[in-house]
């Protein structure tokens, strides 16, 4: 307890500290409790994301092998990949809070789904056009495509940007929404690519 004297009080000012003190031991108390829960959450977390990419490597390895609708294999790869991640997050939450359930997420996200619509409207609309650029296979990996002037071989296409190799060889990334709502030219390329960039 800390005594405070004023020239303009006769009596002194008591102030407790007490509680203050109680309320760092419990909330100390509650992190060493959580402690072992945040390192098993972690350690679910970077399992699900290694098991996430194995799953997309082999979703892709195997369309590969087909010669046709490989877009649609690299899709199913992505979803793969994103479930397993969403699997993963659910259940790391899980281990920290045992509590937590599936509807209570489902309750936040309906409250707060006009709030993340605006935030993530560029990212959504980009993976909307992702996906439907890799079911309708307007171009596939090893095309030679040119967009808004911007022009390269397809390296790959992901659920948010296609990602294009010039023929100077450098790597632009192009987000999907862009490739959806612009002419996009499939061809042969119109300026000569480097032999030294090619041959590699």
Excluded at 42 to 62: C, Q
Aim: charged letters at 15%; a positive charge; proline letters at 5%.
């Amino acid at each position: 307890m800390i005594v405070l004297t004023s020239p303009s009080l006769e009596a002194p000012v008591k102030v407790d500290l007490s509680n203050a003190w109680k309320s760092r031991d419990r909330m100390l108390d509650a992190a060493i409790t959580l402690l072992p829960n945040l390192i098993l959450a972690l350690l679910i977390l970077v399992i699900f994301l290694i098991v996430a990419g194995i799953a997309k490597s082999l979703v892709r390895k195997v369309s590969q092998r087909r010669k046709q609708h490989r877009n649609l294999g690299l899709l199913l790869g992505q979803l793969a990949h994103l479930s397993v991640i969403v699997i993963g997050i659910l259940t790391a939450i899980s281990a920290v809070a045992p509590s937590f359930h599936t509807a209570d997420l489902i309750k936040m996200l309906g409250i707060g789904s006009v709030a993340i619509g605006f935030a993530f409207q560029n990212i959504l609309q980009n993976f909307l056009a992702g996906i439907l650029i890799l079911m309708q296979e307007p171009f596939e990996i090893g095309d030679w495509i040119n967009i808004t002037g911007l022009e390269g071989r397809v390296e790959d296409i992901q659920t948010r940007a296609t990602i294009v190799s010039t023929s100077k060889g450098q790597r632009i990334v192009i987000p999907n929404a862009v490739i959806f709502t612009n002419p996009v030219v499939v061809g042969k390329p119109t300026v000569a690519p480097d032999p030294a960039h090619s041959s590699q």
